[in-house]
């Protein structure tokens, strides 16, 4: 029995999810929903394309619909309302209310008898395992979280929202210093700006003030301000040609001890040349532990943090133990 | 409620769970248990020695006992007997037999209501978890385990076994050029001899033949025959001064593709200054998951891929989602 998936947001995560789908040959992608208009909207690999508010009439076609808005303004309110007709899975990113997602998904889904599994992705997602397995086997220990080189959708749209940009990619960088320190498990104490630095490219409108908007990205309270940041202003074109991929990545340390003087270090990195493909890749692996869960009973919201590994695999109990224990 | 752990074989990995139980602190050591005469055995933190026979009577003392014998000649005996009176955790890494070794602990926990989660440490254990994620994850790409640098028991005790050898200590060392190969997303594929080397320290009786004793360890089928060995002759002394500790260590890498040449890369490494230690210490934090399991009803064998990671950790659910996820 193939885990039948819908995706609902077609975005770049929508399309990174349809693209995983094709990796996965026990998962199978019953349609895109979205709230655009469904005839404006072409999926790349020919997937069908419904209005969101048909969704409904597809809950007996559906095992898992994997959501694919975003944290900032879509899915705190879609989540909940679609773990009221199907399973769910979610990338909501916003850490700090993630407490406040999961109440509001566990009510839904008991009410409903659905199960919803939020924030997957890599982080949150497979750096926080990394945080939960390394503190698990080292409680006595330090965590480091690094992210990049990647780009920042965030940083990103900050720039544009200044006057005189027409576009902008931002790349946060780890330190090569501060990354060396943790290495070589000298357990440094590191400031906002010892940990990363971030790098903009920059198109302008012509005749813009470029030093008024390097000053105004540099100064820039919680995005920049805190960083040492450089400015690069290119044009349109060497924008489009050197930087229309969405690159990302990073590493999540645990140094610990053990008695004494005796010391381990346990280092997780990923290098992504697509964060959508690769997020989208995750939450199909979710959808899959998310169908079998659903399937035993369980109900409400969980995480990753809640699912055992093995149901995140195609392979079953025995193939693993034979082939990857 | 603290989970009251006892340790079942006292020698490096008995001594490094129990240090483990200093770091966690909602784990009780209740006591160790040998077949040597208890007597003669002295606990380095001033745990309460049994003889192997007592175990018996602690049952309703123990939640979960962690077995900590060899895989060559203890487990697959004293695992399946043990989960009759007890929730059991071991470290069994006989990678080819732990089909078998699973089948008869799930039977015997099946039929004394118990639980037994088998080949727990860092390989098998954390390494087969990254295995499973990175498949899980990344479908359509290629594995790789690299080992070290680090102290291989075996083969140390395979080179004690030549005639005139009085002591011996090997090291397995990944070739950095197949590391870097690798980690460059490059896909290669790798012969034994071109992922690892072998260094061994040999400490010989006076006048025996080092010529022909450095032959034979080279020699050696399975152990040394397919690898470049490098043999240094040292004195008992220095043997002792620079080859007491047991590190250890090693990569997991996962590189794959989510759609035509968009590429990932996922490592993960520990350096660990004591094997044993570690293991340990991923132990104890299996015998927490074991004693929640357990209590929820659960029975029969599992491994680390069938528990939720959150059941790893001292942490509550909300803990977790608040600050690690």
Request: net charge negative; aromatic share 8%; with cysteine.
């Amino acid at each position: 029995m193939k885990t039948r998936i819908g995706i609902y947001g077609y975005g770049n995560l929508g399309k990174g999810v349809e693209k995983a789908t094709l990796k996965n040959s026990d998962v199978e992608l019953m349609g895109i929903f979205t709230r655009r208009a469904p005839e404006s909207v072409k999926s790349e690999l020919g997937t069908k394309v419904y209005a969101a508010s048909e969704a409904a009439s597809f809950t007996d076609r559906i095992d898992v619909m994997i959501l694919c808005g975003g944290s900032a303004t879509d899915l705190m309110g879609q989540t909940p309302e679609l773990v009221k007709l199907f399973n769910v899975v979610d990338s909501f990113d916003t850490h700090a209310r993630i407490p406040e997602h999961f109440a509001d998904v566990d009510q839904a889904g008991k009410e409903s008898g659905h199960l919803g599994v939020i924030s997957c992705g890599w982080d949150p997602g497979m750096f926080s395992l990394m945080r939960v397995y390394g503190n698990a086997v080292l409680p006595d220990g330090q965590d480091y979280t690094f992210w990049g080189k990647g780009v920042s959708q965030g940083h990103s749209d900050a720039i544009r929202r200044i006057e005189g940009v027409l576009d902008a990619r931002q790349y946060t960088i780890p330190v090569p210093a501060a990354l060396e320190a943790v290495r070589a498990g000298k357990n440094p104490t590191l400031s906002t700006r010892e940990k990363h630095t971030r790098l903009c490219y920059v198109v302008v409108k012509e005749g813009a003030d470029k030093a008024k908007i390097e000053k105004e990205i540099k100064e820039m309270p919680n995005y920049f301000s805190d960083y040492d940041t450089t400015v690069n202003f290119i044009t349109k074109e060497e924008l489009a040609r050197d930087h229309a991929g969405l690159p990302h990545g990073g590493f999540v340390f645990r140094s610990g001890e053990t008695s004494d003087g005796t010391k381990h270090m346990i280092e997780y990195s990923l290098k992504l040349d697509s964060n959508p493909e690769f997020t989208g890749s995750v939450l199909v692996a979710v959808a899959r532990a998310t169908a079998r869960l659903a399937q035993e009973g369980a109900k409400g919201c969980k995480t990753i943090l809640d699912l055992p590994p093995a149901y995140l695999s195609a392979l079953s109990g025995e193939e693993l133990r034979a082939h990857m224990l």
